[in-house]
């Protein structure tokens, strides 16, 4: 059984600029959440992704935008870069639908440092 | 509003001492509380979970934490630190949907 896998690494980028995180969820999950981490805060929430459907949204502006495709791994794209979306980016998947409840757990992975510059 | 809120942002402890990080939490339903680490360049691991039931909860490498609903608590301890056990560690209420809210988080530093 895979865990969750992320990529890139690192990813270093300018002020304006596009980018594209992706994600490889676990093996048999069908749900994808994305978390931004500053550095020195929690997680939050951004997105959440149910069978290639967007599932909820954390207060993150339209420019964070995701896909989640039909072998339920995901993307997080961020347009038009600021230096405050330097962040570890998380991915996190699981099993289960919108009313499944916390039964499921959320198994994340390693995560995308993402620097503006 | 649904937050947690963590005591501390750094606790120091001696190898062999009592772990005692300190979470509360804020909820209008009953609460689902998880705790999770975070190890460097390592992805967010459970720890434990709380949903209904028992409140006293155990979870990996000898961590449990207790669920007062009369202190709106859910503190994470450990008999006796040992050096693996350094690491951030993170307080989560689940929100519904799927959604977590994490706490800032607590990082334990262990000395010999």
């Known amino acids: 059984e895979t865990g969750v896998t992320q990529s890139p690494t690192h990813l270093i980028k300018t002020r304006g600029q596009q980018v594209t995180l992706r994600c490889s969820s676990q093996s048999g999950h069908n749900t994808v959440s994305w978390y931004q981490q500053a550095l020195g805060q929690g997680p939050q929430f951004i997105f959440q992704y149910y069978r290639e459907e967007e599932n909820g949204r954390g207060n993150f502006p339209p420019r964070f935008s995701g896909l989640q495709f039909p072998n339920y791994s995901s993307e997080l794209n961020v347009n038009a870069l600021e230096l405050d979306d330097s962040a570890l980016y998380l991915c996190?998947?699981?099993?289960?639908?919108?009313?499944?409840?916390?039964?499921?757990?959320?198994?994340f992975g390693a995560g995308t440092r993402l620097s503006v510059l | 509003a649904q937050s947690v809120t963590q005591l501390g942002s750094h606790v120091s402890v001696s190898e062999g001492a009592l772990v005692l990080l300190r979470c509360n939490y804020s909820s209008s339903v009953p609460p689902y509380l998880f705790w999770y680490v975070q190890y460097p360049n390592q992805g967010l691991q459970l720890l434990l979970k709380y949903t209904t039931g028992a409140t006293l909860v155990k979870g990996i490498n000898g961590f449990e934490a207790e669920f007062k609903k009369s202190e709106t608590s859910f503190h994470l301890t450990k008999p006796s630190a040992h050096m693996s056990d350094a690491a951030e560690y993170f307080c989560?209420?689940?929100?519904?949907?799927?959604?977590?809210?994490f706490g800032t988080g607590t990082r334990l530093l262990v000395s010999p």
């Open positions: 989560v209420l689940y929100t519904g949907f799927q959604k977590l809210v």
């Open positions: 996190a998947s699981s099993l289960g639908g919108p009313t499944s409840g916390s039964k499921n757990i959320q198994y």
